[in-house]
């Protein structure tokens, strides 16, 4: 447990944790298996909904391209002077941009959000792995202290 007030999980990114949860589960202690898989779907889960809300994003840029260029074609069919269309098509631009910005902006503070709570289960799940396994540790030790040759009934 001293390693991780070391602060040695905040140096880890994301993907090193859950490649290090994988490996542990996968190697490890069967109840520790069963956490891992919990937390490998939420990350599936959270990949999704940033793929859709990626996706979602693009739509709307999409959108608003298309409705800028009717715009455009609208305002040429206006025959409006050099100096207008040049102002038209800045306060258009400037307005667009803006929005798409607010949409990134929106987009990227959900997926810190998610991140976050996809380290903070990380650690939590990673927390109780190294608990476990120190427990299970420290009843291996104690029994081979007393000579039992019984396994611990959560093993069975």
């Known amino acids: 447990m001293r390693w991780l007030r070391l ?11 859950l490649v290090a949860g994988v490996a ?3 190697i490890g202690v069967p109840a520790v ?32 391209w298309s409705e800028l260029v009717k715009e455009v074609r609208a305002e040429r069919e206006n025959r409006c002077t050099p100096g207008e269309c040049l102002r038209e098509a800045g306060r258009g631009v400037i307005r667009t941009g803006v929005e798409l910005a ?3 902006k929106e987009k990227v503070s959900g997926i810190r959000e998610g991140i976050r709570e996809l380290v903070d ?17 420290t009843a291996g030790a104690a029994r081979e202290a007393n000579n039992e040759t019984e396994p611990p009934t959560h093993y069975r």
Request: aromatic share 0%; hydrophobic share 40%; net charge negative.
């Open 33 to 64: 298996r069963s956490g891992l898989r919990s937390l490998t779907v939420a990350l599936i889960k959270s990949a999704l909904n940033i793929s859709e809300g990626v996706r979602e994003a693009g739509e709307k840029v999409g959108q608003t």
């Open 121 to 137: 289960e990380a650690r939590q799940g990673m927390t109780e792995a190294v608990e476990t396994a120190t427990e299970a540790g």
């Open 24 to 26: 542990l589960g996968t």
């Open 7 to 17: 602060g040695m999980l905040e140096e880890i990114s994301p993907l090193g944790m």
């Open 102 to 104: 607010d949409q990134v």
